[in-house]
């Protein structure tokens, strides 16, 4: 470079000087400041010069050419100061009242990713990386027209059959918008593109592309011609790719999905300044990416999530599995179509994704090289795989990968996967509340146990009270010596013999109120009338002895009391208080219905976070503890009391304290009771899955008549056959139900057994299996030969029925055969071709023929019927028909093109010999008596409706699903062919092939 120096002053001039070592000379000057120039410097990395002035504006030259490029200019603000970073493409200036930071030019290459393949643009080259392997080649050198910088280019779009792009610059209404048309070369050489006014320009079919320009979508090819004008809706400033035929438009506020074909609207979605669109590699969703906001919408642009964010939104990709993976200035974030989002790492520098393989990142940095960067997905796969119920994935996950911290747990949590959130806790106070939540109690027992406080014990009593497991709730109410719901609980499970212990240990803690409940909890009236004489409850204890029936007692009592005391006197009509016996005491826990336990649970006692067997001896005397209430010499409970290990009392043991396994009373269920283990009550079996749900997953319409879905089956023929009345596929439908299955009488007075036999059942098992359809290709083959004897002998009203019922029947056929599928399309061809013509040829024989004008409309229609596709015997038949008819009328001529379309069928000796001498009288006069809606040298075809013919050129709707012919005002009635499908209704086509 040579040795240059860059001045500014008050002259309003940047000049620059040429020095070396002992002088300095000028060399050019740049003029443009209307004021004094503050300050001036060189770019660091291009040709530019960049200088600010008290004028109010930042000006950028070029150094080279010492011409102005930019102008950045404030109303009210001098500027005085610049500076560069020496790394970054940032500038500072500082102004009268502070500092503005900007960049020349965008930094974000455009670039675009087709296959395995990503293209981009990095200075004067167009680059091609190769995904996986990372290797970088040349594609083409660009050679600009005009001055094109690469910062300019914005957006690129690839067509791959033609091997062409498609460079647009940014939006905007200037003169200065522009794309480019080029075609790669063979040989990585240099290509000119070929420079057009306008912006956005996308591919929209193999040969056209689309641009905006003068809120118009123009049609080009690849001569750059334009070949249809579109008007866009008004606010337009933006397009984008969306398949074959369609375009996404933006305006300010909402996308649009639009056909260019159709021309008008499909769907709209509200999106504020959608700036990039990022389509899956189904195309069956879409991400519109925004300033501050990310959208994942369906095809049909349905939203289904929106995160909006507090920086800039870069760029985002497709990762295998259908998660979006996108950055912003200092993130890679994932996002899950359900609106689930997080933070996969962090970033040094900006980067714009281009693909998502595995565990890499494929991006451009700024300066346009391609970079690779290692992710961890595992956060995402696992919350994917639980939003698609896949456990087998999550359980494996949880096993083998690192998911540690509180926000997977709140995640698991409020997503209502708390069994799940286990695994990852070891805090016993986490895996307590984790385990009452989900209501795991075996879990939340040995997190009690290691928290040994009042509150957790409380709340897992109410757990295991409402799961009706009384021996849980016991143990607890023990440990927080909460003794009056303990004897509050032995009554409801009338356990007699603990109430008499806890009666006894009240009399030890000298709790008197709490002893006067347990005597009348336990019927005990002697023990009433001693406590009430104790506390000098004389009067009380009296009537208590004298109404129950203690005479002695009562004596007893009277003989105490003093002279001058008087005794109330017992009322005839008191009652005693004896409580009713329990008349079956509770000895097990409430029985509960026994199930599978789940995949997660399993993994909690199986793997994980469970006790393994050498925990469990490892356990010290804290089980005894758990099973005596030992109280200090104040009033405690004492191991006589409730039991003790020397074997007193009536030999049940009660809670005892045992070193190498827990001694549980033999009355003692498990903790999770499922009731006696003789079966003493019926669990019901667990239903399996039904082999019609499982048939119902396929996208085969016969497959849903064959389970009898009825619902999906309809809306399957809806969507693929535009079908609107179902009554004919009625007989259909119930033969396929009838087909599919098998009956195997049972015993009597029981349903028969049915049996659902699989047509892959040699790769496939009961989760995955096809039906066996009954309906078969042959089948209607066979029922076609019927059909056309009754066309032969003359019963058109019977053979138009039976070919329409082949035509709906073909729409269940299934095959696995390519062939059978261009068998099955010329079958509902050939079917159409004779519900059109016997129906037209039914209709003539109805119409009236005794005027002129009459006589020529059955004349038209027996010609109209002679244009169907029909085997050659039916065709002969038409032919001399319509001969008998025109020669009848005296149109000879053509009457004679008949005869010769007869001739060439091949009939029979005695029809050949009738037809020449037809034919020789017509030679003799040919012309036309009568002028005829019939020209039989311009293709046509019949409309279904009004009989009448349709010419080439001529607009036409049709039946999505027999494909007849019908005139435009037609468009939205029955098909008078099918009798089933809407005349012009959208249907994407049958789906007939496995």
């Known amino acids: 470079k040579m040795p240059l120096i860059v001045s500014a002053s008050d002259d309003r001039q940047v000049k620059l000087w040429r020095m070396n070592d002992a002088k300095a000379w000028e060399v050019d000057t740049c ?18 010069i960049i200088s600010n002035s008290e004028d109010k504006s930042v000006r950028v030259w070029d150094a080279s050419k010492r011409l102005p490029v930019q102008m950045f200019r404030r109303e009210s603000d001098r500027f005085w100061i610049l500076a560069a970073h020496p790394t970054l493409n940032l500038f500072a200036a500082g102004h009268d009242s502070g500092m503005v930071v900007f960049k020349l030019e965008r930094e974000r290459p455009a ?23 990372s290797k970088d080649i040349v594609a083409a050198t660009l050679r600009h027209t005009g001055n094109v910088r690469p910062s300019m280019l914005v957006s690129m779009s690839y067509n791959p059959a033609e091997k062409a792009i498609l460079l647009s610059s940014a939006c905007g209404n200037s003169s200065e918008v522009f794309y480019e048309l080029l075609t790669l070369p063979s040989d990585n050489g240099t290509v000119e593109p070929r420079k057009s006014t306008g912006h956005s320009a996308v591919w929209v079919a193999r040969n056209r592309f689309a641009v905006l320009r003068n809120n118009q979508i123009l049609v080009k090819n690849l001569k750059n011609e334009t070949t249809k004008t579109i008007d866009t809706p008004t606010g337009t400033d933006g397009m984008f790719y969306a398949g074959t035929g369609q375009l996404l438009l933006r305006d300010t506020d909402s996308v649009t999905l639009y056909d260019v074909q159709q021309k008008r ?35 049909k642009l349905e939203c289904l999530a929106t995160v909006h964010e507090t920086v800039r939104v870069k760029s985002a990709a497709w990762d295998e599995s259908g998660v979006l993976v996108y950055n912003t200035s200092n993130h890679i974030k994932y996002m899950l179509q359900k609106g689930d989002h997080g933070i996969i790492r962090t970033l040094d520098v900006p980067i714009y994704l281009c693909a998502v393989k595995g565990t890499s990142v494929y991006c451009l940095d700024r300066e346009g090289h391609t970079r690779v960067l290692a992710i961890d997905p595992t956060e995402f796969r696992f919350k994917l795989a639980l939003v698609q119920r896949k456990y087998d994935e999550v359980l494996h996950m949880v096993r083998t990968a690192k998911l540690v911290g509180q926000a997977i747990i709140a995640y698991l949590q409020q997503k209502g996967y708390p069994e799940v959130a286990l695994h990852f806790v070891k805090d016993p106070r986490t895996r307590l509340n984790l385990s009452l939540q989900c209501g795991n109690l075996e879990v939340g ?12 014990w409380e709340r897992l009593a109410a757990l295991a009270l409402s799961q009706g497991n009384h021996q849980v709730v016991e143990m607890a109410y023990q440990r927080t010596k909460n003794f009056d719901r303990l004897a509050f609980l032995y009554v409801l499970t009338g356990n007699v013999e603990k109430l008499a212990k806890m009666q006894k240990i009240a009399e030890v803690r000298k709790d008197l109120s709490g002893q006067f409940h347990y005597a009348l909890y336990n019927g005990d009236v002697a023990e009433r009338v001693r406590i009430l004489r104790n506390v000098g409850q004389i009067a009380l204890a009296y009537l208590t002895a004298k109404s129950h029936g203690l005479t002695e007692e009562a004596e007893a009592i009277e003989a105490s009391v003093t002279s001058g005391a008087t005794l109330p006197d017992v009322s005839p009509s008191s009652e005693a208080l004896v409580p009713q016996p329990a008349l079956a005491p509770c000895t097990g826990n409430w029985p509960l219905l ?7 649970d399993s993994g909690i006692q199986g793997g994980g976070m469970a006790a393994t067997d050498a925990e469990e001896e490892a356990v010290g005397g804290d089980w005894g503890d758990d099973g005596v209430l030992d109280l200090d010499n104040d009033g405690g409970i004492g191991d006589d009391m409730l039991g003790s290990e020397d074997g007193e009392g009536d030999g049940e043991g009660g809670w005892e304290d045992v070193d190498d396994e827990l001694q549980l009373p033999a009355d003692l269920g498990p903790v999770g009771g499922d009731g006696e283990e003789d079966g003493g009550f019926y669990v019901p079996p667990t239903p399996g899955q039904s082999q019609l749900s499982v048939w119902t997953k396929s996208r085969l319409p016969g497959d849903h008549a064959t389970a009898g879905a009825i619902d999906s089956l309809f809306r399957l023929l809806h969507e693929q056959l535009g079908v609107v009345d179902f009554t004919r596929f009625k007989p259909i439908v119930l033969s396929a139900i009838a087909g599919a299955r098998t009956s195997v009488p049972a015993l009597p007075s029981t349903p028969s057994l049915f049996g659902y036999p699989h047509r892959n059942w040699r790769e496939a098992g009961a989760r995955s299996g096809l039906p066996a359809n009954g309906l078969r290709l042959e089948t209607l083959a066979a029922r076609l030969q019927a059909a056309y004897q009754l066309t032969t002998t003359g019963k058109f009203s019977e053979a138009c029925n039976l070919f329409r019922t082949l035509l709906l029947s073909a729409t269940l056929l299934i095959t696995d055969r390519r062939k059978d599928v261009e068998e099955i399309r010329q079958l509902m061809t050939v079917c159409r071709e004779y519900v059109l013509g016997l129906s037209m040829e039914i209709r003539r024989k109805e119409l009236p023929k005794s005027t002129l004008e009459e006589q020529k409309r059955l004349c038209e229609m027996a010609a109209y019927f002679t244009h169907c596709q029909l085997q050659p015997i039916h065709a002969i038949l038409t032919l001399r028909t319509a001969l008998n008819l025109f020669f009848k009328l005296k149109n000879f001529k053509t009457a004679s093109s008949f005869a010769r379309r007869l001739l060439d069928l091949g009939p029979k000796p005695e029809v050949a010999t009738q037809t020449r001498k037809v034919l020789a009288a017509c030679d003799k006069n040919p012309t036309d008596a009568q002028s005829l809606q019939y020209d039989e040298l311009n293709p046509f075809a019949v409309c279904g409706y009004s009989y009448l013919p349709i010419y080439r050129g001529k607009s036409q709707e049709k039946c999505p699903l027999c494909q007849a012919a019908f005139m435009p005002e037609h468009k939205g009635k029955l098909c ?4 089933a499908a809407e005349i012009g209704r959208e249907a994407s086509g049958l789906l007939s092939a496995l």
């Open 594 to 600: 026994t199930v599978n336990k789940g995949i997660f």
């Open 445 to 456: 027992l040995e997190a009690a146990r290691a928290l040994d406080d009042a509150a957790s």
């Open 111 to 133: 670039y675009t990713v087709h296959g395995n393949g990503l293209y981009y643009i990095k200075d004067r080259f167009i680059r091609y990386c190769e995904i996986g392997t």
């Open 265 to 299: 609207a499909l769907a709209t979605t509200k999106h504020s300044r959608c700036r990039y669109v990022v389509w899956s590699p189904d195309m069956s969703h879409v991400a519109l990416l925004g300033k501050h906001a990310v959208t994942i919408c369906s095809r």
């Open 976 to 979: 008078n062919v099918c009798h």
């Open 31 to 48: 003029r443009g400041h209307f004021n004094n120039v503050s300050c001036v410097l060189f770019h660091p990395q291009q040709d530019l």
